[in-house]
């Protein structure tokens, strides 16, 4: 269709190259391209810069068929537009295509056409004037070129949009029909054929080397392992708990220390205890004195009573006395005190039964291994690993599995089994309370196979958990 007539200048036009230099310079860049993003690219830009336009958006629709699509943009780098500005640019490209014919907005004298689509593009891009010219080809519209302008439209401006247009149109058409399949776009853009290859080699080589990375990852076995949080244990652990009701008077241990077997820990106070064997001390001496007079009355049964009251006093002192001696809290066994901090609470009182420390011994340590419960399959009791402590990260020792619990706890949010394990060779360094992360033998195989296991247990996973 012949372009439409556009108002006369209102002021002078930039500074335009030769009709036949701008295209000639046109069906170069268009030869130069090798593919149709490339070339779309370069009509673009030639052509904003042959007009003088501000901007110069492609629109192309695949097979000449609708939807059309924003295609290329004017200018370096990839066209970034948000969903509002593709959707008003493609509205007046589909405008111009509908008509079939070249519009300006504001139009020119005697131009014909719906420009309602064109009118919102204008406002909401802010340019002073905007062109649109469709792309035919054997009777088929396969797009439109539309230009943004800071002066009025011209007619010479649609002219040489049209003309343009007219060269590009059956380039793009090939090109676009050549276009290759995905995985053939995805080869070349990785650089490593073309152009781009021999101006960026060092992107080819690093991708080569990726590339031979991945293949070895794919092919080369290797042992495999488990990775999970571990923490040292003492082999026996014992609690020494509060014997009798009262308050705490002394403390002579802290966690760390190591103390011997029957050694002092802490001392309950004796205060009221002492003032209770007194007092059964003075019934016991009273009740004794009520028994010598009865004998001396010749009195059977006073004799009786009062002998009676003897026994349980001194029944209630020895229970006296026996918790006094119970107030001396030591040590059950050798070994280092775990649990116990307790300077901070004297004074304070404790009831019966409530734990005081926690002792284990020094030489004897276990690992408590705390394993994923979608690791547990990889894994059986006499399986082997190791070690490394967050104290000694670069001392790893090697672990024996011996013992896997037969159900599951949570903790800090995760499911997992505690895997009982035992260091070969023990070292002097280990200390319970100690924590590190343990690796554990799971078999032998190509790396990237299992990671693809991983990935497909979690897909699988993921699909159940949200499967109808």
């Given at each position: 269709p012949a372009p439409a007539q556009a108002p006369a200048q209102a002021g002078a036009a930039p500074r335009e190259a030769p009709a036949g230099d701008a295209l000639l310079a046109l069906i170069t860049a268009l030869?130069?391209?090798?593919?149709?993003?490339?070339?779309?690219?370069?009509?673009?830009?030639?052509?904003?810069?042959?007009?003088?336009?501000?901007?110069?958006?492609?629109?192309?629709?695949?097979?000449?068929?609708?939807?059309?699509?924003?295609?290329?943009?004017?200018?370096?780098?990839?066209?970034?537009?948000?969903?509002?500005?593709?959707?008003?640019?493609?509205?007046?490209?589909?405008?111009?295509?509908?008509?079939?014919?070249?519009?300006?907005?504001?139009?020119?004298?005697?131009?014909?056409?719906?420009?309602?689509?064109?009118?919102?593009?204008?406002?909401?891009?802010?340019?002073?004037?905007?062109?649109?010219?469709?792309?035919?080809h054997g009777g088929t519209a396969h797009g439109a070129l539309l230009a943004e302008f800071e002066r009025p439209v011209s007619p010479r401006d649609l002219e040489r949009m049209a003309q343009a247009g007219a060269?590009?149109?059956?380039?793009?058409?090939?090109?676009?029909?050549?276009?290759?399949?995905?995985?053939?776009?995805a080869w070349r853009a990785t650089g490593l054929s073309g152009r781009r290859a021999a101006a960026r080699p060092w992107r080819a080589r690093l991708l080569w080397a990726a590339a031979a990375v991945a293949v070895l990852a794919s092919a080369v076995p290797i042992d495999l392992t488990v990775g999970a949080p571990a923490r040292i244990e003492g082999e026996v652990q014992r609690t020494v708990a509060a014997p009798i009701r009262g308050y705490l008077k002394s403390v002579h241990v802290r966690p760390g220390d190591?103390?011997?077997?029957?050694d002092l820990l802490a001392e309950l106070g004796d205060r009221d205890l002492?003032?209770?064997?007194?007092?059964?001390?003075?019934?016991?001496a009273q009740h004794e004195g009520g028994v010598a007079a009865?004998?001396?009355?010749?009195?059977?049964?006073?004799?009786?009573?009062?002998?009676?009251?003897?026994?349980?006093?001194?029944?209630?002192?020895?229970?006296?006395?026996?918790?006094?001696?119970?107030?001396?809290?030591?040590?059950?066994?050798?070994?280092?005190?775990?649990?116990?901090?307790?300077?901070?609470?004297?004074?304070?009182?404790?009831?019966?039964?409530?734990?005081?420390?926690?002792?284990?011994?020094?030489?004897?340590?276990?690992?408590?291994?705390?394993?994923?419960?979608?690791?547990?399959?990889?894994?059986?009791?006499?399986?082997?690993?190791r070690l490394a402590l967050s104290a000694l990260p670069w001392d790893t020792l090697p672990l024996v599995i011996e013992r896997i619990a037969p159900s599951a706890a949570t903790l800090e949010g995760r499911n997992v089994f505690e895997l009982e394990a035992r260091v070969e060779g023990g070292i002097e360094a280990l200390r319970a309370g100690q924590r590190g992360i343990a690796h554990l033998d799971a078999g032998h195989g190509p790396l990237a196979l299992d990671w693809a296991r991983r990935g497909g247990d979690a897909l699988a996973r993921l699909v159940w958990r949200w499967m109808p």
């Open positions: 030869g130069d391209a090798e593919d149709f993003e490339t070339a779309a690219a370069a009509l673009c830009t030639r052509l904003a810069a042959t007009v003088g336009a501000a901007r110069v958006v492609l629109g192309w629709r695949a097979g000449g068929r609708p939807p059309t699509r924003a295609a290329a943009l004017s200018g370096a780098g990839e066209p970034e537009w948000d969903g509002e500005s593709r959707r008003l640019l493609v509205a007046a490209m589909d405008e111009a295509i509908d008509q079939a014919r070249a519009l300006a907005c504001p139009p020119g004298p005697g131009q014909r056409g719906v420009l309602r689509a064109h009118a919102l593009q204008q406002r909401a891009g802010g340019a002073k004037a905007i062109a649109t010219v469709p792309l035919a060269l590009a149109t059956p380039w793009l058409r090939l090109l676009h029909a050549r276009r290759p399949g995905p995985l053939r776009r190591a103390v011997r077997e029957g002492e003032l209770e064997r007194a007092k059964l001390k003075s019934e016991v009865a004998m001396a009355r010749g009195e059977r049964a006073p004799m009786s009573i009062a002998q009676a009251r003897v026994d349980e006093a001194r029944a209630r002192l020895g229970l006296v006395e026996h918790q006094l001696e119970q107030i001396k809290v030591r040590a059950p066994i050798g070994g280092v005190v775990l649990q116990g901090d307790l300077w901070q609470q004297l004074g304070t009182p404790v009831d019966r039964g409530r734990t005081l420390f926690v002792l284990a011994p020094a030489a004897r340590h276990r690992v408590i291994v705390e394993l994923d419960e979608r690791d547990l399959r990889r894994i059986a009791e006499g399986g082997r690993g």
